[in-house]
């Protein structure tokens, strides 16, 4: 079973940016899609986006089009999303995943359910 550990949550003020990264064990890192999915007090766990085991196709929620960016880098096993000009709608936990599929012929869809390993998540806060 892999694991994921994410990191790089913290404080922030309203327009600022950070920078996620989720480690991935094991070595088929780069035959699986990833996604980051949030969760704030009181709501359901949602999409954020998604990256193909092929580097070049990403899908990103509506809410963050334009202001997030997931990228990955297969000789570190790590998948990352960039967070800018953030929001405090944006508070919430931050949690990696990886699609319960290798070498899938689309990108997961932005739904837990393509998605079987997941992170213990980091703790996101903006600032108004």
């Known amino acids: 079973q892999v694991q994921l550990v994410e990191s790089g949550g913290g404080l922030v003020q309203a327009g600022g940016s950070l920078r996620l990264s989720c480690a991935a064990s094991g070595r088929m890192f780069s035959y699986y899609g990833m996604g980051w999915f949030r969760q704030a007090p009181g709501k359901e766990r949602e999409f954020v986006a998604t990256i193909g085991w092929r580097e070049s196709r990403t899908d990103y929620a509506d809410s963050v089009k334009g202001r997030f960016t997931i990228s990955r880098d297969n000789a570190k096993n790590t998948v990352y999303l960039q967070m800018t000009s953030l929001k405090p709608e944006d508070t919430a936990v931050y949690y990696c995943?990886?699609?319960?599929?290798?070498?899938?012929?689309?990108?997961?869809?932005?739904?837990?359910?393509?998605?079987?390993?997941w992170g213990q998540g980091t703790q996101v806060t903006v600032s108004s």
């Open positions: 995943a990886r699609d319960r599929m290798s070498y899938r012929g689309r990108l997961p869809l932005p739904a837990a359910t393509d998605f079987d390993s």
